[in-house]
């Protein structure tokens, strides 16, 4: 290669460059120009510089009311006066008014609008309700496009954060406050608690997902997240998986547990639990279920983990460093913070030290010990619900669920219990696996104390076994995302 | 639930506030692209917008998840294009149009130099010829990737390139310009 050969400033490829754009063999067949482009190398640094200052502008940049479209308020609203939309019922009935529905439909001043509208929508409801019906098959068409606006985390930008909740939940406002994540100095990860002084556990049923996002555009831009940018529960929750609904054949139940343990890779001797909630989908899709409200499941909801001594230790929950849920979290003028609706999905992750398994509690204070069902340590719960002494049991731990009905004050409980079949990690489902890759990766980036032997290497690999249930190209993006992360760590 | 079991079914993720959640996150997004390519005309963005999400509710969401954003966009641009062929205008932009949009202000308590380096920017990109507004929001603003802009706005990809990279360094230049 001749060394005068210099990159015009009017390449492309430098912008191209400079925003990840590039596939992996022309990005490095670029970079190897650049090494003998000093003038290049700083122009690529000044065009980093601007896309970021065009970004930070951009974001704040006004943003339409909310409130203008609301498919969700009244099926199809027609007409211009979207003014008169307010917050509307929390509940609206199951079936709108179809008269009253398609008249408003014709208010429309211009029938083109109209007959397609109508068209879409009389196809909308053969559609769907084929659709409640159809077994999908994942497809891999594109990789995924998924929108939130944000802004880099950066010492300047410190305003409140609005997340962006997946799947049934109810985020405050697409695009609100500008996206802009509030900078946390870190916090650290949570640290093993020993089971005799902490036998329970608990997490939030919501989580943002603004954090994925985030650290897909710092990387995207050559950028390395910083700590408090990485929220790994909420990295984990970004992604969807295959849980199945509870059955609703005898009683309603609001919430179906799926529940999977399997050595944690990145430290083979602990154990890894996933638990993943799924709430009861709707009944059969209508127009009116598609454009109307989610239907509530449960209220108050208050999740608990409690650990058996007999088969665990130590356990870690993964995320969640900051577990008080923020008041930006749940800002939301439509719904209450603990009402919870149809199809909402959560998954949290434990890594647990069995008993037999040499351990240390950082902080040096009780040493290690088998325990008995007799010891005192026993959570009170326990023995005050059955009134007699708990049996030894193989449970390796029980999630408990508190909720009450929509409509209701009573409270009521559901049980899951866990059992661990030593299963490794290499016969543990396709979506195990990628959850655990994402918890890794997210551990690398935060350099956690508890990453254990991953590497970004390890994390692909992971990724790669989880990639078989990949509707919409998600985990597939993720793959190329570890990708890019590695490549600014070689930088 | 028994103990210990996994969910190895493979089950029909059914996805009942798949258009919820699309007209969450991108009701707002895309009022102000279609605004944008309708040249501030918010009233006649809103129906488009409007027609474009029932579109979507025609769409079994299996086809189009994890490209939804995509998909929004480019119905959107194409139900513009519509409206303008009808009223005898064939292109989305007179070539060398710059919109006159005016710049808004940025929210209030950033800081008096940051709003002002904010505000300087947002009417840099505001003089920009409207094409390259276009891809500049898409990328920067809306966070496609060149491939997602290039199939939204049916541009190569080398087209979108060129045009991003042509208006970078041109703001990066009028910027640092403005600095002095």
New interface residues.
Partial sequence: MSTSEKIS????????YA?G?MEPAEHSEFEKLLKQDAAARVFVA??K???H??????????????G?????QAA?IAG?N?GKLDGGPLRSPEVPNLRRWLAKLFQ?P?L??TI??LA??C??IG??I???N????P????????????VPANA?NV?EAKT?P???Q??A???S??GVVALENGGNDNAFLAVTSEPLSTFPIKTGAAAY?NVR?LIGTGRHPPRGAVRIEELVNYF?Y????PETKNVALPF??????ASAPWAPAHRLVRI?LKGR??QK?S?A???GP?PPIAKDVKLQVEFNPSQVQAYRLIGYENRMPRKEDFNNDRMDAGEI???HTVTALYEVVPAGVEWKPENGADQLKYQTTESSALPPMAKARDGRKVAVSD?LLTLRLHYKEPDGEAGKQME??????GRTFDQ??AD?KFAASVAAFGMILRDSPHKGAATLAHVTEWAQAGLV?D????RKEFVGLVGQAERLAHN | MKAGDVNTQPTTYESPSFVQTAVERHQAPLLRYATRLLHGDADRARDVVQDTFVRLMAQPPSQIDGHVAEWLYTVCRNRVLDVFRKEGRLKLFETGQAERLTAPDPRPGTGMEQAESHAAMLELIGHLPANQQEVIRLKFQSGFSYKEISRITSLSVSNVGFLIHTAVTRLRREMAGQAD
């Fill in positions: 400033p009017d390449d492309p490829r430098l912008t191209a925003l754009e000044e065009i510089r601007a896309t200052r065009i970004g930070v502008a951009l974001a704040r940049e006004d943003v339409p009311q909310v203008a479209i609301r498919l969700e199809i211009r979207f429309f211009q083109y609008f397609s509208g879409a929508a196809f909308a559609f769907i084929w659709q409640a159809y077994r999908e098959q497809q891999m068409q594109y990789t995924e496009v998924d929108l939130t606006k944000f300047e305003a962006e997946e799947g049934g109810q985020p406002s697409a695009e406050a500008a996002a555009h969807p295959q849980y199945a609904p179906a547990a799926h529940l999977e343990v993943g989908e709707a899709l127009v279920a598609a454009g989610l609706q149809a199809g449970d899951f219990p866990l059992r661990d079949t543990a489902s195990f249930n509707a919409g190209g998600y």
